[in-house]
């Protein structure tokens, strides 16, 4: 799920298909879109159940909601900023904090090496998963969405509804705060 994640002119017609009645367009845009949104939702909330429940009640939010998408934006853009916001919001209402993989911290920087040259030990993951998992939930979505997906600041700030430089800040303390926990735990 790397990259452009968008989903097409096809998108437009389904939302269209939807709003003329025929519930086709959005079991189409169920299908097409379910991985994406489990997998934007899982690496914000740690658990797979939690997940999936999110995952449904982002497509019942969606159902609700999709007479009323404008187009302004792009259909992922959309879902994913859904997504996104439930699965902060599930993480501060019940303080469930997120194991991250390992790689996306592997451009973080200690002393002379690179994290992912640390990593030789089950000790050394565990202390770079501890310090992921306390990152605050925004910042954990937008260091998410940088390394895992790859998403330009603009796209970011699109989706969360917040400026790019309040994008670029929240990503700036992500990787510093990673890099001082790793470093004063290792």
Same mark, same amino acid.
């Given at each position: 799920?790397? #990259?452009?994640?968008?989903g097409?002119?096809?998108?437009?017609d389904? +939302?269209? *298909?939807f709003?003329?009645?025929? &519930?086709?367009g959005?079991?189409?845009?169920?299908?097409?879109? $379910? *991985? $994406?949104?489990?997998?934007?939702?899982?690496?914000?909330?740690q658990?797979?159940? !939690? =997940?999936?429940?999110? =995952? $449904?009640?982002?497509?019942?939010?969606v159902?609700?909601?999709?007479?009323?998408?404008r187009? !302004?934006?792009?259909?992922? =853009?959309w879902?994913?900023? &859904?997504a996104?916001?439930?699965?902060?919001?599930?993480?501060r209402? +019940?303080?469930?904090?997120? =194991?991250?993989s390992i790689?996306?911290?592997?451009?973080?920087?200690?002393g002379?090496?690179?994290?992912?040259e640390?990593?030789?030990?089950?000790r050394?993951?565990?202390?770079?998963? !501890?310090?992921?998992?306390?990152?605050?939930?925004?910042?954990?979505?937008?260091?998410?969405m940088?390394?895992?997906d790859?998403?330009?600041?603009? !796209?970011?700030?699109?989706?969360?509804?917040?400026?790019? #430089? #309040? +994008?670029?800040?929240?990503?700036?303390?992500a990787?510093? %705060?990673?890099? #001082?926990?790793?470093?004063? %735990?290792?």
């Open positions: 799920m790397k #990259g452009n994640l968008a097409g002119n096809n998108d437009i389904l +939302v269209k *298909q709003k003329n009645g025929d &519930i086709r959005y079991n189409e845009i169920v299908r097409k879109y $379910q *991985q $994406q949104v489990y997998w934007i939702i899982r690496k914000i909330v658990d797979h159940d !939690e =997940t999936d429940d999110i =995952t $449904q009640e982002v497509f019942i939010k159902h609700s909601a999709l007479r009323d998408f187009e !302004e934006s792009n259909l992922f =853009t879902l994913y900023r &859904i996104t916001n439930f699965a902060i919001n599930h993480v209402k +019940v303080k469930v904090k997120n =194991t991250v790689e996306v911290v592997s451009e973080v920087e200690y002379e090496k690179k994290a992912d640390l990593i030789d030990d089950e050394q993951r565990k202390i770079l998963e !501890e310090a992921i998992e306390k990152l605050p939930p925004k910042q954990r979505a937008v260091f998410n940088r390394y895992y790859e998403l330009p600041y603009d !796209e970011i700030s699109n989706i969360l509804g917040k400026s790019v #430089g #309040g +994008v670029k800040a929240n990503y700036f303390h990787v510093k %705060k990673i890099g #001082g926990y790793v470093k004063g %735990k290792l």
